[in-house]
């Protein structure tokens, strides 16, 4: 592949690491990430990466941008309001960086269509930045069963988290820390919760970190460890978690061979209401 | 005894069990937590008869939800 010479000035800062150079540009360039949600963890996990110069980036989400997303999803922005999310953040890639090709599909991710839309460019990392355990269960169990790797991730409050899943038999997945999602009736209320915007900032960048190490090969993943972000007490920990033989979907005896859509209690804002 | 909750030394009466072990740490809401015992996960329907041991290391992990509402 030979580089123009706007790209090397594009990606200069990138071909003086000597763990990246022209290479491991190159590498980014030829690879592919899907990023599921394109919210709080997924907007900046997208601009970074397509600063990065990833040369396919997937986004999913049936969602349209609201007047409330713009206090963290950055890849919105006021004009915006209304749109497509998929296509409100395609156009900001594009503008950013015309090296990327961004796929869109506008629909949530569900048992049907997640593992179709893994294989349609068979990517190479998988970025979880949804807003809901049953998404998050999905994610997970489509990448163990497609032998993907994914970064997950939540914030809520001042708060964050985030591990990573490499498909080999000793990493632990989602389900290994989390068997089933929390009990109905657990889930916070809209009222109760809310997030501080740059919580998705600092942790969706900490997922575009994951993604490009993986691609480059570079340093250690947070496979096997949860690394936790407190905010307020401007604190991370890294929490080794060891691989569940119990897990339904990685485990000895999995259960889970089929993908399930569990119940996704939607939230009114305005009422603060679930409405299951 | 002495045990460790997420990396920090406690002292608590002999002979609790991870439920226990959860109202005494105040946790808000436990039904909204994983629990790593020794490095091995603990069922969440066995923290009722799970008891804790001397030096026993406990990792108290909390679900999180995503951007925006925290489901």
Not at chain 1, 215 to 229: E, K
Not at chain 2, 24 to 36: A, F, H
Request: proline content about 3%; some cysteine; aromatic content about 6%.
């Amino acid at each position: 592949m030979d580089f123009s010479e706007e790209q090397i000035e594009r990606y200069s800062r990138h071909i003086l690491l000597s763990e990246v150079g022209v290479e491991g540009q190159e590498k980014l360039l030829n690879s592919k990430v899907l990023i599921i949600g394109t919210g709080g963890l997924g907007a900046p996990a997208a601009m970074y990466l397509a600063a990065a110069g990833i040369g396919t980036i997937g986004l999913v989400d049936g969602d349209v941008v609201d007047l409330s997303n713009l206090q963290r999803q950055i890849i919105h922005q006021t004009k915006d309001v209304g749109k497509l999310k998929v296509l409100s953040g395609k156009a900001t890639i594009n503008e950013l960086n015309p090296d990327v090709n961004v796929i869109t599909y506008n629909e949530f991710a569900t048992s049907e269509n997640i593992l179709n839309i893994i294989k349609d460019q068979d990517y190479d990392f998988i970025i979880d930045g949804t807003d809901n355990f049953a998404a998050k269960f999905l994610i997970n169990d489509a990448c163990v069963l497609a032998k993907k790797p994914f970064s997950h991730a939540g914030i809520i409050r001042f708060q964050g988290q985030l591990t990573t899943y490499i498909p080999d038999n000793n990493t632990p997945c989602y389900r290994c820390i989390f068997q089933t999602p929390p009990p109905e009736g657990m889930v916070p209320t809209c009222r109760e919760a809310g997030v501080l915007g740059v919580m998705g900032g600092v942790v969706g960048t900490l997922q575009a970190t994951e993604a490009i190490k993986y691609i480059l090969g570079l340093g250690q993943t947070l496979a096997g460890y949860l690394l936790t972000y407190d905010g307020l007490k401007m604190e991370f920990k890294k929490i080794k978690i060891n691989h569940n033989k119990k897990c339904g979907v990685c485990g000895d005896h999995p259960t889970i061979t089929a993908l399930i859509d569990y119940a996704n209690p939607s939230c009114d804002l305005k009422t603060g209401k679930l409405n299951g | 005894m002495k045990i460790k909750v997420n990396g920090e030394a406690k002292n608590i009466k002999d002979d609790v069990t991870v439920t226990e072990m959860l109202k005494i740490e105040e946790v808000e809401m436990p039904d909204m937590v994983s629990v790593q015992l020794n490095g091995e996960f603990v069922d969440r329907d066995e923290f009722t008869k799970t008891i804790l041991k001397e030096n026993d290391e406990i990792e108290v992990l909390y679900f999180m939800g995503g951007g925006s509402l925290g489901l």
